[in-house]
Each structure stands twice: as C-alpha cells, then as structure tokens.
DNA sequence: TCATTATATATCGTGCCACGATATAACTAT
DNA sequence: ATAGTTATATCGTGGCACGATATATAATGA
C-alpha cells in the first residue's frame, strides 16, 4: 500500500505533539486578532498584560517587561516607547534608582486590557480542558515511547 | 500606602492570565532554542512537526501546512523553500492533481526531528501539570469574575 | 573619596520573516 | 470553450526583534 500522501506511518508521538502545537497557535492566533480588534498590536496587549498583572510589591521596570515578554530589554525599551506614544502605557522615574523606569498602564490601556481580559478568559475556559488532554496524551506516548528506547 | 511600585492592588484574573502567557511563552522560548541548537529555525522545526505529524490520509500540501502553522499560503512557500533549500524536505508534485505539492521530510528532516520530538515530550510533561494547574485558576476566578458582574 | 565595575535604560543600524498584491498554472462547471 | 475557482509561486514592503553601542546611575573597594 503506502499511497502517495501517507508514505509511512505518522509516529503517534510526533501526531499528538503536533496537535498541541495546533492548538497553542490556535489560541495565539485567537488572542492576535482578539488584540488587533481592540486596536492593539498583540506585542502590546502582552506588555499591558505583564504590567497589569504583575503581583503586588513587584516593581515592574523595563527588565522585568523584558523578562516576562522573553525578549531584550532594547526591544522592550522599543515596545514601551511606541505603547507610551499611544497613551496605554506611562513611565515614571524611580526615585529610589533613577536608572529605573517604573511601568503603568493607564486608565485608557487599562479599559482596553480589561476587555481583551474576559474574553480571553473565555476562550482559555474551553482551550484548557483540550490542552489537559493533548498533554496526557503527551506523556502517554512520551513514557511508551522512552520505555521503548529502554527494551 | 500603597507604594510606588504598586499603586493599585492587580487583579488576581488578571495575574493567572500573565502568568498563563509567561508559561507559555517560557515554553516556546525552550522551544526555540532547542530548534536552534539542532540546527533549525524554529519555524522550520514547526514545519516539519506538522509535516510529519500529520494524522494518516491527510495530503500534506502547502495549504495544509499553512493551517496548521497558522501562515499565509505565501509565507508557508517561502519557508518550504528555505527548508527544501537545506534538505530537511522535500515538494514532490502530485499526480492527481498537479497543482498541489505534497510535502515530505526527509531522511536528515526526520533525524533532527526526532531529536527535538524526545527533549520536548520531555519539557512538556514538566509544563503540563503547570499549566493545567494555571488554567484551572484562571477558571475559577473568571467564574469569580463573570459572577460579580451579574449581581 | 574616587576610580572601577556593574546595572538599567536608551539609541542606532541591520536583517529576517510574514504579509499584501499580483501572477501563473491547473482543475471545475456550465 | 470559457469563466470561475483553487493551489502555488513571485515580488516588493514594512515592522519588529536583535546585536552593538552609548549614557547615566549605583554599588564596590582600595
């Protein structure tokens, strides 16, 4: 047999990996768009995000933005340069370290975060349960497939 | 009170979802880097995932891979291109119908793959309980949230 | 104290990648 | 046959992240 599409068997492993791939991309694809309809560009939906929600007595500076974004300060710097000229995002001095600059959101990034916020709760709600279950089938396949290696 | 720092109490809906897209973005950060040292770009890595991983009977041409990958047509030819450029796969026309190409890694794509299919079940049986553990949280307090709203 | 080193942010130039617009080829239907 | 649709491909553009570098402030230590 082995027809022209599927010259070999898919490894079950590699199918359900890709699968939870699909999905992330699926829900990133979501929250693009979801942002992009606010008006704002997904990178900054994410810094208003990490600004918004940084836990209490945390002080959140450019290199904690940049930490929590998984990028480079300069890039951050960057971001928060062109979110602050929109009006979402607003430095200020820290008087204890005049390197630092101390990020907020302002009244205006926050409506719009807070928006982006419950729809995406939304939308986690029903992605979390298909996520709960590609990753078992993960570890399923991942512990058939290392006791494999074993034999 | 209410220090410099924190000026306002952040929302916990708000803090679960950060951390939600810090995990996620930790994993991709892996990810990528993992494809990077195996040679890859990660969105090479991506391609063939989905190429491989492609559930039996599925005809693995560029719109395919477009879908899953989350790409224009477009976008997914140029990185065909850059992948089949390097040998990691390959276009073979199909005969039913010679518009489409259908996409298949090769025998150094797979090599590679594997590698990177092993060290990612591995890191994903880590992220796994993590995120189900964040998700669950994110819908508690998003019923929390959706509750206070109605009364 | 003041030189040295480290840290935090900012600037500048570069390159890649995804995209929109468009083109070409092949299949479909009437 | 001819119009319309689908699947890839090409080309030019722009944004964004990056490396390299610069500047300002803090911390260290002789």
């Given at each position: 047999?082995?027809s ?53 007595g945390?002080?959140?500076?450019i ?34 370290d ?14 719009i ?18 996520l ?20």
């Open positions: 047999m082995s022209q599409f599927t010259a070999e068997g898919s490894d079950p492993l590699l199918t359900v990996l890709a699968e939870f791939r699909f999905a992330l991309r699926s829900f990133l694809h979501f929250s693009e768009c979801a942002a992009q309809e606010a008006g704002l560009h997904p990178q900054q939906h994410q810094l208003l995000l990490q600004v918004a929600g940084a836990p209490r945390t002080a959140v500076t290199a904690y933005a940049a930490e929590r974004l998984g990028l480079r300060h300069n890039s951050t710097v960057e971001l928060v340069d062109r979110s602050e000229r929109e009006g979402l995002l607003a430095r200020t001095e820290d008087a204890a005049k390197r630092r600059a101390i990020l907020q959101v302002t009244r205006k990034g926050k409506k975060l807070g928006q982006l916020t419950a729809s995406h709760a939304r939308e986690l709600n029903e992605l979390g349960p298909r709960a279950k590609v990753l078992k089938q993960i570890s399923v396949h991942a512990e058939a497939a290392s006791s494999a290696e074993i034999q």
